[in-house]
């Protein structure tokens, strides 16, 4: 896309607004307090589809790993089912991606998070600023396990003046203050730490969310997500190593979205590491095996629950996920067409009354 073009788009537009929005030693002032809020804006042609209700969309906002990676943001996913938008995690460089598909923030409806890792939550802050000068007319929802309150709170301490300074210059015809924060959801209180345990956590409508406990010890508490609507499915892994409650939720899903790390590259990285002397690196890289998913285990776990699609995220190491020793052992237990490498960007349809699983994209598979 020309940078002409690019720029011209409506997201980067308010984005650069947004932006120039810088403090000030003034007072703030409310510019017109009895001011009607803004319509929204107008979304483009693939948007319009996404949110036409016929089909659950699966949409990937960050497909990274801690480990950085230029073409990708850390982990996000978004769910789409009928008119409203779920996003589960909002890793780092996450709302940058979906500005990059003019995705409107007006349409997101909650937010699930897997875990309080850094990669998982980086971008929280965005979400509650972006979708808030987007016209966001309610608090946020945040789903999460036990920590979420504080999560919350820390990111709308943090964002709280931000909101006043954007109120202060954009008037409230824009910016609806009272509705700025984000709100925490508590689930888990059956969550023990057994990794056998699952709730229902959201109905609303067609769409009912499950979130079911991971091994990812020793963070516990660590979730999965199921979504079902309309007879379609689709589970998140969260981070995660093998483990039989995430096979059983995952159970008949048309599509599993799963974490996946190449033990075998990460060993060399560790190798190359030692070998330049950066111990404490070499120490993360052999800590970090045991409590992710292989990418040969996914495919057994997709198998073993009857999966549909298999799609990796959270690539570890990502940088080298093109590479064909990431995916060793995959192409022998699963057909090529059950899987695929995520990237930011990528769409999945699942069609309300169909079997379908259709791939298509929002941005360009690097
Ligand atoms: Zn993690
Ligand atoms: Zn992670």
């Known amino acids: 896309m020309k940078l002409a073009s690019y720029l011209a788009t409506a997201g980067v537009l308010v984005a650069l607004a947004a932006c120039a929005s810088a403090p000030t030693a003034a007072p703030p002032v ?12 107008p979304m483009n042609a693939a948007m319009t589809e996404v949110f036409d209700g016929k089909a659950m969309r699966v949409i990937l906002c960050g497909t990274s790993s801690p ?25 780092p460089e996450s709302w940058e991606q979906l500005q990059r598909m003019q995705f409107p923030g007006i349409r997101i409806a909650g937010i699930f998070i897997t875990h309080y890792h850094s990669d998982h939550i980086g971008d929280l802050g965005e979400f509650r600023m972006q979708t808030m000068v987007a016209g966001r007319s309610q608090m946020l929802p945040v789903y999460g396990a036990r ?16 909101a006043r300074l954007r109120l202060a210059h954009h008037g409230s015809s824009l910016i609806n203050l009272a509705a700025s924060p984000l709100v925490a959801k508590e689930f888990g209180s059956a969550f023990t730490g057994n990794l056998d345990a699952e709730e229902v956590i959201l109905r609303d409508g067609d769409l009912t969310v499950t979130a079911f406990e991971v091994d990812h010890d020793p963070i516990r508490p660590a979730v999965g997500y199921r979504f079902d609507w309309k ?10 190593a093998l483990s039989t409650n995430f096979t059983e939720n995952a159970t008949g899903a048309d599509v599993l979205v799963s974490e996946s790390l190449a033990g075998n590259l990460i060993s060399m990285a560790q190798q190359q590491m030692k070998a330049a002397g950066n111990e404490r690196g070499a120490q993360v890289m052999g800590d970090i095996p045991d409590y ?3 990418p040969l285990e996914a495919a057994q776990t ?3 629950a009857g999966v549909k699609l298999l799609v990796y995220t959270h690539h570890i190491p ?3 996920v093109n590479l064909p020793p990431y995916f060793a052992g995959v192409a022998a237990v699963r057909p090529a067409d059950k899987w695929v490498i995520g990237w930011d960007g990528l769409r999945i349809d699942l069609p309300a009354g169909s079997d379908e699983v259709k791939q298509g994209e929002l941005l360009p598979k690097p």
């Open 318 to 320: 990502s940088a080298q």
């Open 67 to 91: 480990l950085p990676d230029p073409g990708r943001a850390k982990a996000c996913t978004i769910v789409v089912a009928g008119d409203k938008a779920y996003v589960i995690d909002t890793g």
């Open 231 to 240: 007879g379609r499915s689709v589970v998140i892994s969260g981070d995660t």
């Open 147 to 162: 920590g979420v309150k504080n999560l919350v709170a820390g990111f709308n301490l943090a964002y709280e003046e931000d």
């Open 302 to 304: 997709a198998n073993e």
């Open 30 to 41: 409310v510019r017109d307090p009895n001011a009607a809020p803004l319509a929204p804006m």
């Open 292 to 294: 992710h998913i292989s």
